[in-house]
């Protein structure tokens, strides 16, 4: 059994989340596990686990000015723009992308793709991705994502390289 106590000289204690309690932010194309939040790691780090149908859109060309962003392909391919550069990601490849690094990301053309994502430092990011599973739902204004990008600092960024490759594979 995990202790809810940290270590000795630990900055928080064990983060434990079962798959079946796992939070789960469901939209048209997209299945996203919150697995843990900053609020619970003294803001060491934010992970959720997504799971994208075949042809789905993960995120538009963004970047973070703080966080590092990882990626670990559970199964399936993703397809990732990293700066100008698109590379397909497949089950057990790994990303880190740094912070001010424009990048975004889709399940590969004819693939469907679960990836592990890890935020550091992390920062309260479940809301955001609760209020994405909304607008792509249809019940909130997108606006509402650009008016937070400085609070879950997540910036959008245009991307041709990106469109491209979007459109190409349509």
Same mark, same amino acid.
């Given at each position: ?7 000795v ?7 434990l ?19 843990a ?14 799971? $994208? ?6 995120? @538009?060309?963004? +970047?973070?000015?703080? %966080?590092?962003?990882?990626?670990? /392909? !559970? ?12 590379t ?5 490849? $790994?990303?880190?992308?740094p912070?001010?690094? @424009?990048?975004a +990301?889709?399940?590969? %053309?004819g693939c469907?793709?679960? /990836? !592990? ?10 809301d ?8 792509m ?7 509402e994502?650009?008016e937070?990008?400085d ?5 959008y960024v ?13």
């Amino acid at each position: 059994m995990i202790e809810d106590t940290p270590a000795v000289g630990a900055p928080f204690p064990p983060v434990l989340t079962r798959h079946a309690e796992a939070e789960i932010c469901a939209d048209p194309s997209s299945v996203i596990r919150l697995l843990a939040d900053s609020d619970n790691t003294a803001d060491g780090f934010t992970s959720y686990r997504s799971t $994208f149908a075949e042809g789905a859109v993960g995120a @538009p060309a963004h +970047f973070h000015t703080r %966080a590092t962003e990882l990626f670990f /392909v !559970l199964s399936g391919s993703l397809r990732v723009l990293v700066g100008e550069e698109i590379t397909v990601l497949a089950a057990g490849d $790994f990303l880190a992308v740094p912070p001010r690094t @424009p990048h975004a +990301f889709a399940a590969a %053309a004819g693939c469907e793709a679960d /990836v !592990l994502f890890v935020f550091t430092p992390g920062m309260g990011r479940f809301d955001y991705l609760r209020l994405l599973g909304r607008v792509m739902r249809g019940e909130a204004d997108a606006k509402e994502i650009a008016e937070s990008a400085d609070r879950f600092d997540n910036h959008y960024v245009d991307s041709p390289v990106w469109r491209a490759a979007l459109q190409a594979a349509s």
